[in-house]
């Protein structure tokens, strides 16, 4: 649908509801044709307007109760109000005398949708199929990959996205889509595969060189994803999720200054958000300019207040220049605004320590147990908790309950093996250093740093010689 004609109905459209609330308004019965009234409930049903669109829809049943048109617009009225059955019952006595109106079959399925029964959705579209021009086919296409989306059928979306991209005029959408089903898929190779491939028929698809680099960019070859990134900026230099993710790409390279250019140029095509300003300070925090990451950081705050990054990198920064009661504060309102992020209750915790607050940061870890077992960080630093108080039995106690949750967490075995060997328990520490330096060979390094003694012991001087051998040799 070109964009004059799209423009032209939608003035159409609000003219009819013009008219149509005028009438309620005065109190006036106006006839409208069938027509009209399908015009005027979409109008209202895509504004969100319910109230409007149920008091259109009883009218227009009024004047035409015949209109199976309209009587498939009462079927999705019902559905929105949540009376899937009166709909279904609607719909299905509609297609007993009509079975080829391919705007039943789709008002179905979206009321299969609603009801979150996605199979009989996506029946019902596919009926459709069959009964549309071709210029209606990309858009049901790509219902159809929603429902399977909706799914976690992922490879099955991908299969109707591209039915949907060899047809469509604009596939900047379908595109992304296409990129988001090759992340869930964890499938980024055959995801910049493709993305190639269509660049060499559409060298000029700022999108698809866009999702290149998103694909680029989680397979952690960031040099490659900024390339794609410059590529569709060289297409448009307005472009601005491009100048973001080369950003976050930059910042993964540590090229923090890059990384502060490419998230500034986003200012000049359009005004900086909170989130932009937070980026940017982020930046300044990692090249230890903590003036112009504070600066930063209350800017964001001022924009919107409910933004709980800059909180805590505000109370980061407090912590690094040794203000940490201050600090604390600060990362208590991250955490209040964000109470699932373990990364804020890991920061918290270690303010916790440095304050000599034991049993509060006992409280945080204890949380993050809770949220997430997963986190890499986690027993290691609760283990710290207790090394610190010097009750090495609980600090062993808790990274063995670590390696039951990850078993190949390699920084885990080697903190256990230094606190055995602390404890003079040599069988078990080697046993935990021989597996840790299987898995990580570079990690005992970290070891030693913590526990610079246990180098003196010959059996683990021995041990780490063997292994470093073993790595020179493959």
């Known amino acids: 649908m070109s964009e004059e004609f799209q423009w032209n109905e939608d003035y159409q459209a609000e003219l009819l509801a013009n008219r149509f609330e005028e009438m309620i308004h005065n109190g006036d019965q106006l006839y409208f044709d069938a027509e009209e009234f399908e ?25 035409h109760p015949y209109s199976s048109g309209l009587r498939i617009k009462l079927a999705r009225q019902l559905a929105t109000e949540g009376k899937f059955i009166d709909a279904l019952e609607i719909l299905n006595e509609i297609e007993l005398a009509e079975p080829s109106d391919p705007d039943l079959h789709m008002t179905k399925g979206s009321v299969y949708s609603m ?47 591209k039915k949907a991209l060899q047809i469509s005029k604009q596939p900047d959408q379908v595109l992304f889509e296409i990129g988001m089903c090759f992340e869930m898929l964890n499938d980024l190779d055959q995801a910049t595969a493709f993305f190639e491939t269509y660049i060499n028929e559409n060298p000029y698809s700022v999108s698809a060189w866009f999702n290149l680099g998103l694909a680029f960019h989680h ?30 790409s930059y910042v993964a390279l540590e090229r923090y200054e890059k990384a502060i250019e490419s998230y500034k140029e986003t200012m000049k095509h359009e005004k900086a958000g909170a989130l932009t300003y937070y980026n940017i300070g982020e930046c300044y925090e990692k090249l230890n300019d903590y003036d112009n990451a504070l600066k930063l ?52 915790a270690d303010m916790h320590i440095k304050l000599k607050e034991y049993n509060n940061a006992a409280v945080c870890f204890r949380k993050i147990e809770e949220l997430d077992p997963l986190d890499p960080d986690l027993w290691v630093e609760y283990a710290d908790l ?9 600090a062993t ?46 990690g005992h390094t970290e070891m030693i740093e913590f526990y610079p003694a246990v180098i003196e012991n010959e059996r683990v001087a021995d041990l780490i010689q063997i292994y470093k051998l073993n790595q020179l040799r493959f």
């Open 39 to 63: 015009t005027l409930i979409d109008y209202y049903q895509n504004s969100l307007n319910s109230i409007k669109s149920r008091i259109a829809v009883d009218m227009a049943m009024q004047q």
């Open 115 to 161: 009801m979150m029964d996605f199979e009989k959705a996506i029946k019902s579209y596919k009926a459709a199929l069959f009964l549309v021009g071709e210029e209606e086919l990309e858009d049901i296409y790509a219902t159809i990959a929603f429902e399977y989306e909706n799914m976690s059928d992922f490879t099955q979306a991908l299969v109707y996205l």
């Open 219 to 248: 397979l952690g070859l960031f040099e490659k994803a900024i390339d794609s990134f410059e590529y569709a900026l060289a297409i448009d230099d307005a472009y601005v999720q491009a100048y973001n993710s080369m950003g976050q």
């Open 297 to 348: 950081y209350y800017q964001a705050v001022e924009l919107d207040e409910n933004l709980a990054e800059p909180w805590a990198g505000i109370g980061v920064i407090f912590d690094e220049e040794g203000k940490t009661k201050t600090a604390v504060k600060y990362i208590k309102k991250a955490i209040e605004l964000d109470p699932y992020n373990t990364e804020f209750l890991l920061i918290q």
């Open 386 to 394: 207790y090394i610190v108080k010097k009750d090495y039995e609980k």
């Open 397 to 442: 106690q808790i990274l063995k309950t670590g390696l039951i949750h990850q078993s190949e967490n390699s920084r885990i075995l080697y903190r256990l093996a230094a606190v055995l060997f602390r404890q003079g328990n040599e069988i078990q520490g080697q046993y935990y250093l021989e597996n840790a330096l299987e898995l990580d060979f570079d």
